[in-house]
C-alpha cells in the first residue's frame, strides 16, 4: 500500500514558475513509477509526467508540456517533484500525483493516487 500527499499548488502569474511535490508512504518507493496528471473543469485528468525509479531515472512528458516542466525524484526522501516554469493560463488545473509499477500515458494503468493540489495561473 502507498499513500501519496501532494503539496505546492497555489496561484501563480502566467509566465511563473511552481514546483509540486508529492510525499509517498511505504518502504517500496523506488519499486514505483512516478507520475504526476491533471484535471481542469470540464475535461477529462490528462497524463502530464512520468519518471521510472531505475536506468537513470528516464522521464516522460506530455507534448503540452515538455520543455517547461521538469519530474524528478529523490529516492531517499520518497518524493517526486514537478518542477513548472513558463506556467500558462491553460495549466490551470488539479494536480495528482501517482504511483505504478510500470510506465504507461494511460492513467488507468497506476495504482495510487494522491488527493490533488490546485494550481491556478492568471493570465
Known amino acids: 500500500q502507498v499513500q501519496l500527499v501532494e503539496s505546492g499548488g497555489g496561484l501563480v502569474q502566467a509566465g511563473g514558475s511552481l514546483r509540486l511535490a508529492c510525499a509517498a508512504s511505504?518502504?517500496?518507493?523506488?519499486?514505483?513509477?512516478m507520475g504526476w496528471s491533471r484535471q481542469a473543469p470540464g475535461k477529462e485528468r490528462e497524463f502530464v509526467a512520468a519518471i521510472i525509479s531505475y536506468g537513470g531515472g528516464a522521464q516522460y512528458y506530455a507534448d503540452s508540456v515538455k520543455g517547461r516542466f521538469t519530474i524528478s525524484r529523490d529516492n531517499a526522501k520518497n518524493t517526486v517533484y514537478l518542477q513548472m516554469n513558463n506556467l500558462k493560463f491553460e495549466d490551470t488545473a488539479v494536480y495528482y500525483c501517482a504511483a505504478g509499477l510500470a510506465f504507461s500515458r494511460n492513467l488507468n494503468s497506476y495504482d495510487y493516487w494522491g488527493q490533488g493540489t490546485q494550481v491556478t495561473v492568471s493570465s
Open positions: 511505504g518502504r517500496s518507493f523506488r519499486n514505483y513509477v
